[in-house]
């Protein structure tokens, strides 16, 4: 959903994620948010954080406490590290409707907290 976002504020800039554990397929509910809102992420896979180690970042953001805990030390050069502590609701249990409407209190918070990290800090560097 990060990615989506970022990826929708500029399509200038280059967004790649990864997950300390990525699953097989990004969950149909997070696809079904964020077509609510016009962003297309159906075509993203998730990839292992491990593809990237080496590499130089402008920015590597961990979105869940989670995956800042098992969150790998880059030995590429990376300017800034950040971390938004959101929770998972992939994790949830209950009805669907529970569920797509804890998806939904997250997309608009990461809508907010990314799109004022764009505005603030990414744009100004691009």
């Known amino acids: 959903m990060a990615h989506g976002f ?12 990864a997950g300390t554990y990525p699953g097989t397929e990004v969950n149909t509910l997070a696809i ?7 962003i297309d992420i159906s075509d993203h896979f998730p990839k292992s954080v491990e ?6 970042w ?5 979105v869940c406490d989670e ?4 969150c790998p030390v880059f030995a590429g050069k990376v300017k800034h590290q ?3 502590n959101y929770i ?3 994790f949830l249990t209950g009805s669907e409707e529970f569920i797509m409407s804890e998806f939904r209190k997250l ?18 560097e691009s």
């Open 6 to 17: 970022l990826q929708s504020f500029d399509r200038n800039i280059e967004v790649h994620s």
């Open 82 to 84: 950040l971390h938004f």
């Open 88 to 90: 998972d609701p992939s």
């Open 67 to 70: 995956a800042k805990e098992s």
């Open 107 to 124: 997309r608009a918070m990461m809508q907010r907290d990314l799109y004022k990290l764009y505005i603030e800090r990414i744009k100004p």
């Open 58 to 62: 402008d920015y590597v953001i961990t």
């Open 32 to 38: 079904k948010v964020m077509s609510e809102i016009g």
């Open 51 to 56: 593809l990237y180690y080496n590499e130089e």
